[in-house]
């Protein structure tokens, strides 16, 4: 790779310098992140009771969203000298000032899930008669 093209891929875009938005939104809104969060807002848990809190998600999917999380400091992972040792998850303060709108998003979602079907029943049933 020539140095100008190496110097142009080693910028950070604009979209990051401008705005940071797009990089948080993809950290919070991922399929299971929210939902980790959201969890863990009632305290800390363990990876069991994670699991079993979050419907559908997969062991793999738990680990790999609480290490990201993890990794971008808005959890904690605490492992405790117990036999066999207990590991918990927390929440870190970063979290604090988005936990209320978090919540209320999740709300929102379960009580507009109907409505959401609903309009989108009646979109594809229209899709299939010519426009």
Same mark, same amino acid.
Not at 10 to 28: G, K, M, R, S, Y
Not at 43 to 61: C, Y
Not at 95 to 118: G, M, S, V
């Given at each position: 790779?020539?140095?100008?093209?190496?110097?142009?891929?080693?910028?950070?875009?604009?979209?990051?310098?401008?705005?940071?938005?797009?990089?948080?939104?993809?950290? *919070?809104? /991922?399929?299971?992140?929210?939902?980790?969060? +959201?969890? $863990?807002?009632?305290?800390? =848990?363990?990876?069991?009771?994670?699991?079993?809190? *979050?419907? /559908?998600?997969?062991?793999?999917?738990?680990? +790999?969203? $609480?290490?990201?999380?993890? =990794?971008?400091?808005?959890v904690t992972r605490t492992v405790y000298p117990d036999s066999p040792p207990r590991v918990e998850y927390a929440t870190t303060s970063l979290i604090e000032d988005i936990r209320e709108p978090l919540e209320a998003l999740t709300n929102w979602a379960r009580l507009a899930a109907p409505a959401i079907t609903a309009a989108r029943r009646a979109y594809d049933s229209s899709a299939d008669s010519p426009r």
């Amino acid at each position: 790779m020539s140095q100008r093209n190496a110097q142009v891929t080693n910028q950070p875009t604009p979209a990051t310098d401008d705005c940071p938005l797009p990089e948080v939104l993809a950290l *919070i809104g /991922g399929k299971w992140s929210a939902q980790v969060l +959201v969890e $863990l807002g009632e305290g800390p =848990r363990r990876f069991t009771q994670l699991e079993r809190a *979050i419907t /559908g998600i997969s062991r793999r999917m738990l680990t +790999v969203s $609480l290490r990201d999380l993890e =990794r971008n400091g808005l959890v904690t992972r605490t492992v405790y000298p117990d036999s066999p040792p207990r590991v918990e998850y927390a929440t870190t303060s970063l979290i604090e000032d988005i936990r209320e709108p978090l919540e209320a998003l999740t709300n929102w979602a379960r009580l507009a899930a109907p409505a959401i079907t609903a309009a989108r029943r009646a979109y594809d049933s229209s899709a299939d008669s010519p426009r």
